[in-house]
C-alpha cells in the first residue's frame, strides 16, 4: 500500500494537521469555553494511549489530536494577547502615553503608544497599544520611550470592508492593538519614561531602529536611501507611493519585505565571510570546527538583524528556520530538509497560531515546500553536473538556478497572491531574474558590511555601492512596470479555492509516490472553484458613508465622499479586479442627499440624508440608507439602513433572477474578541 510505503514521510504532515486545528478555531461562529481545548487534548491523547496496539484507528487519534493541539494552541494565543478595545470613536481628547515604536510614513509619522491616559477620563480603559497618525513635522523631534501629550481622535480597529475581505481588527488584536486613529496636534514630550528590564531593552532597540532609519535616509538621499532603510531597518514607511507600486507590478515588493531571503542572505554571507577568514589559519583550518564556529557567527548575526528589523512574526519565522539550519550544521546534519520544515511549521503554529492567517506565512511556506520538493528530486542530477563543470558551466548552473528557483516560486505563491492582493505581475520572472542576483550579491553584502562599519563612521563605504545596486533594481521595477500588460487583475476568489489549491499541492509536494500526482486534480477543483466565483453587485461601506456597483460589463460606479486612495474603496476595486471607476451619470446620478442608480431592469436609492428617503423610497426598488430608517418603503422590496449596517458591517448585495440576497461582513465573523468591542453603543 503507497501509504505504508511512505511511512517516513508521515511527520511532515504534522503542520498541515495542526493548521487545520489553528484554521478550524479562526472559523468558528463563537468563542469556545477556555476548558476545550486542554479537554480535547487530553481525551484524545488517553484515547490514543488505550488504542496504541490498533494501527490504523492510532493514526487517526493521532491526526485529531495534532488537531486538537492547533485549536488549542490558537485559543490560547488570543487569551494570552486579549486586552481592552477601544468601543467606539472618540475625541478629540487629551491623550497621554509612552512612544513604544516610531513609523516613518510619507505624510508623517505612526506612534504606537502605551501606558495611556486620557485626561478627565479615569474610567477610560487604555488598550494596551494605541497606534496613532501624525502629520506635519513634530518639534521638538521624538524619541522612542518619550512620554507625549496630544490631542487625538482614537477609534476601534476596522473590520473587513466587505464580506470576506482582510480583517484588520482581527489582525491587530493579535498585535494587541486596541485602538487606532490620529492626532490634531502636535504631540508634546513630558518626559522619557523609566522601563522594567526588558521593557527598557525592547524600547532601546526600537529607538536604535527609528534612529538608524534617519540616519541611513541622510547619508543615502532620496529613493535609494528609503529602501536602505527598509532592508536594514524595516522601516519601509519613507518610500514613495509610487515606486512601492513599480515593485508590486513589477513583481518584486517581496524584496521590501524582511524575509527568509533577507535572513538567509545576511546568514549566508556571513557563515561563508567567517568560515573563509578561519581558514586562512592553517591551524585552525585542518584541527578547528571552523564549519560549526562559522553558523554560529552566522546565527548570531541572524539573530542581531532580525531585532534590528522589528523582529516582526515573518522575521522571527525565518530567523526560527535558519537557526534550525544552523543547529543542523552544528550537529552535523543535512541543513536543509523537508523534516527541518515541517518542525520550523510545527513551531511558528504553536508560538504564534495566528500567523496561518498572514500573507507572508502562506506564501514563504509555499515557495520553500516547493522549492525543497524540485530540488530535492534534482539533487542528483545537479550534483552531476557540478563535479565536472569549470568557470563557465558553473555560471550557466547558477544562472539556470536562479531562474528555475523564480520560475518554482512564482508558481507556488501566485495563489496566495492572487487570493489576498487580486493581482498577478505578468513579468515577474524576467523582473526577479534581474532583481534577485542584485540583491544577492550586491545590496545584502554591502547592507553587512554597513552593519560592521557602523561603529566606526565608515558605512559610507557600503552604503555607496549599495545605493547604486538599489538604483538599478528601482530601474528595473520602474521599466518592468511600464511594461503594456504588466498586471493582471482577478476578481475575489473563496477561502474553499484556495484551500483546495494548498492542499493539493501539500499532496503533490509531500509524497514521493505516483499517488501524489492525485494533488493535480485538486489543485484542478480549487482553480475551477476560483474561476466560477459569484462578486457582488453593489457594496456599501460598514458607516453608510460610500457605496459602489458592478455592472454586467464588470465596470464600476462609486458614490463616495472618499480619496481614491481610501482604503475602503482600493478594496472593493481590487476585490471586483478593476483599477479604477468610472463615470456615468446615465447609470448613476449624485447629489449632496445622496444617489440614484439603475442597476440592470432595477433602480436603487442611496441617501446619505433624510431628506432623500422620501424619493427613494416612493421610486427605488431597493434603498440603502446612511440613516435610520424609521417607517415603511412603498416601493422598495428590501431596505439597508444604518441599523444594518451597524449590525452586519458593509454589506454585500447580489441581484440573482429577480431575487435580492445580502451578506454582511460581520455575519461570518461571529461572536469573538476582535469582532464586537464591548460597549459599543448603537447609532
Known amino acids: 500500500m503507497a501509504f505504508l510505503v511512505e511511512r517516513e514521510r508521515w511527520p511532515l504532515w504534522l503542520p498541515v494537521l495542526l493548521a487545520l486545528g489553528v484554521a478550524l478555531y479562526f472559523s468558528l461562529p463563537m468563542e469556545p469555553p477556555w476548558y476545550v481545548g486542554p479537554v480535547l487534548t487530553s481525551v484524545l491523547i488517553s484515547a490514543a494511549w488505550i488504542l496504541r496496539r490498533h494501527g490504523y484507528v492510532l493514526l487517526v487519534l493521532l491526526a485529531l489530536l495534532a488537531m486538537a493541539l492547533g485549536l488549542w494552541a490558537a485559543q490560547d494565543r488570543s487569551a494570552r494577547v ?162 512601492m507600486q513599480a515593485m508590486r507590478d513589477a513583481g518584486l515588493a517581496h524584496l521590501l519585505a524582511i524575509s527568509g531571503l533577507h535572513v538567509g542572505l545576511i546568514a549566508g554571507w556571513l557563515f561563508f565571510s567567517v568560515r573563509f577568514l578561519l581558514a586562512l589559519v592553517p591551524s585552525l583550518a585542518l584541527y578547528a570546527p571552523i564549519k560549526k564556529w562559522a553558523a554560529a557567527a552566522a546565527l548570531s548575526g541572524a539573530f542581531a538583524y532580525m531585532l534590528l528589523t522589528g523582529a516582526t512574526v515573518p522575521t522571527q519565522r525565518a530567523f526560527l528556520m535558519l537557526a534550525l539550519m544552523m543547529l543542523a550544521v552544528i550537529l552535523d546534519r543535512v541543513a536543509i530538509s523537508f523534516r527541518l520544515l515541517a518542525w520550523a511549521a510545527v513551531a511558528v503554529l504553536l508560538w504564534a497560531p495566528e500567523s496561518l492567517l498572514s500573507v507572508s506565512f502562506q506564501m514563504s511556506f509555499a515557495a520553500v515546500v516547493c522549492l525543497t520538493a524540485i530540488y530535492e528530486g534534482l539533487a542528483p542530477i545537479m550534483t552531476r553536473w557540478r563535479s565536472d563543470a569549470g568557470p563557465i558551466k558553473r555560471s550557466g548552473l547558477y544562472l539556470t538556478a536562479v531562474l528555475l528557483t523564480t520560475l518554482i516560486a512564482s508558481l507556488a505563491t501566485a495563489p496566495f497572491a492572487l487570493y489576498h492582493f487580486n493581482r498577478v505581475a505578468m513579468f515577474g520572472l524576467a523582473a526577479n531574474l534581474l532583481a534577485v542576483p542584485l540583491t544577492a550579491l550586491f545590496v545584502m553584502p554591502c547592507a553587512l558590511a554597513a552593519y560592521l562599519l557602523l561603529p566606526f563612521g565608515l558605512e559610507q563605504l557600503a552604503l555607496v555601492p549599495m545605493g547604486y545596486a538599489i538604483q538599478a533594481i528601482l530601474w528595473v521595477a520602474h ?205
Request: glycine share 10%.
Open 82 to 243: 486579549a486586552g481592552p478595545i477601544q468601543a467606539a470613536k472618540l475625541g478629540p481628547v487629551s491623550l497621554t502615553g509612552t512612544i513604544a515604536d516610531i513609523e516613518t510614513r510619507s505624510y508623517g509619522l505612526r506612534l504606537s503608544l502605551r501606558h495611556g491616559e486620557i485626561a478627565k477620563r479615569p474610567e477610560w480603559r487604555a488598550p494596551r497599544l494605541i497606534r496613532l497618525t501624525l502629520r506635519g513635522k513634530q518639534d521638538p523631534a521624538l524619541a522612542v520611550g518619550d512620554r507625549v501629550r496630544l490631542r487625538a481622535v482614537l477609534m476601534p480597529p476596522a473590520g473587513p470592508a466587505a464580506p470576506g475581505a482582510y480583517d484588520f481588527a482581527r489582525a491587530a488584536w493579535f498585535k494587541q492593538i486596541g485602538a487606532v486613529g490620529y492626532a490634531v496636534s502636535r504631540a508634546e514630550v513630558l518626559s522619557n519614561e523609566k522601563q522594567g528590564d526588558f521593557a527598557a531593552f525592547t524600547l532601546r532597540i526600537a529607538g536604535w531602529r527609528h534612529a538608524l532609519s534617519a540616519h541611513l535616509r541622510a547619508r543615502l538621499p532620496g529613493e535609494a536611501g528609503a529602501v536602505a532603510a527598509a532592508l536594514m531597518t524595516g522601516d519601509r514607511g519613507a518610500i514613495p507611493e509610487a515606486t
Open 479 to 683: 521599466g518592468v512596470a511600464a511594461w503594456p500588460g504588466a498586471v493582471a487583475l482577478v476578481p475575489a476568489f473563496s477561502i474553499a479555492a484556495l484551500t483546495a489549491m494548498t492542499l493539493g499541492g501539500l499532496w503533490l509536494c509531500l509524497w514521493r509516490g505516483q499517488w501524489r500526482y492525485g494533488g493535480v486534480l485538486v489543485i484542478g477543483l480549487g482553480i475551477a472553484l476560483a474561476t466560477g466565483g459569484d462578486p457582488p453587485d453593489i457594496l456599501i461601506d460598514g458607516r453608510g458613508k460610500a457605496m459602489a456597483a458592478r455592472l454586467p460589463n464588470g465596470n464600476v460606479l462609486v458614490a463616495a465622499p472618499y480619496r481614491s486612495n481610501n482604503i475602503t474603496l482600493t478594496t472593493w476595486l481590487r476585490r471586483w479586479g478593476r483599477a479604477a471607476p468610472i463615470k456615468d451619470e446615465r447609470i448613476m446620478r449624485c447629489d449632496r442627499l445622496g444617489c440614484s442608480l439603475v442597476h440592470g431592469a432595477a433602480s436603487v436609492g442611496f441617501a446619505r440624508d433624510p431628506r432623500a428617503l422620501e424619493d427613494d423610497c416612493r421610486v427605488a426598488d431597493l434603498v440603502l440608507s446612511a440613516v435610520p430608517v424609521r417607517f415603511n418603503c412603498p416601493s422598495a422590496r428590501m431596505v439597508i439602513d444604518r441599523f444594518d449596517l451597524w449590525r452586519r458591517g458593509a454589506i454585500a448585495v447580489r441581484w440573482r433572477d429577480g431575487a435580492i440576497n445580502i451578506e454582511g461582513a460581520h455575519d461570518h465573523r461571529g461572536d469573538r474578541p476582535w469582532s464586537r468591542p464591548k460597549g459599543r453603543k448603537a447609532p
